[in-house]
């Protein structure tokens, strides 16, 4: 017979293994230490089920996911079923007496006349002085067209300026 100290555990290259936590040699094979007892096996369920807020949550998220992939894939458009009533705005009354007329002054020191609504795009057609008279032929959000009072000799001009640069006065 051999002894217990000259063979080796199967697939090992130690002759003897030790236990991890107190240090006694393990019997063999060596599974568990008999003063230690058998490892205690991992939880079951780790997570221990929801509570009612977070099962009602991923529900929730669950149907509005399925509500818009069949939204998308059935190319249902939620807009025609919700209507969009618009109340008809009355246009303001605008009083037409020839005593009083609105006019446009140019309140800056100096503005570039453009040929586009654009500062990186249009070019810079003239260059007008503070208080110059100007008509606004239209308006846009950011911009005004223009047209400048012609003075003796020179043509009326036309083009775009920034509608902040511009100042309205009553006569």
């Not at 818009?68 to 249902?76: M, S």
């Amino acid at each position: 017979m051999m002894s217990l100290d000259s063979t080796t555990y199967p697939q090992m290259k130690r002759k003897h293994q030790y236990c991890d936590v107190c240090g006694t040699l393990l019997p063999a094979p060596g599974f568990f230490c008999i003063l230690c007892e058998p490892p205690e096996p991992p939880e079951s369920n780790p997570e221990k089920g929801l509570n009612t807020f977070q099962t009602f949550l991923r529900i929730a998220l669950l149907v509005l996911i399925f509500i818009v992939v069949v939204a998308v894939k059935l190319e249902i458009n939620l807009q025609d079923h919700f209507s969009q009533e618009v109340v008809n705005e009355v246009p303001l009354k605008v009083v037409e007496d020839e005593d009083f007329k609105i006019i446009f002054l140019i309140k800056v020191k100096l503005a570039n006349l453009r040929d586009k609504p654009n500062l990186k795009t249009s070019k810079i057609i003239s260059t007008l002085t503070q208080g110059t008279q100007v008509e606004i032929i239209n308006k846009t959000e950011k911009w005004s067209k223009i047209r400048t009072k012609p003075k003796k000799n020179e043509k009326a001009m036309v083009g775009w300026v920034g509608s902040k640069l511009l100042d309205s006065e009553i006569k």
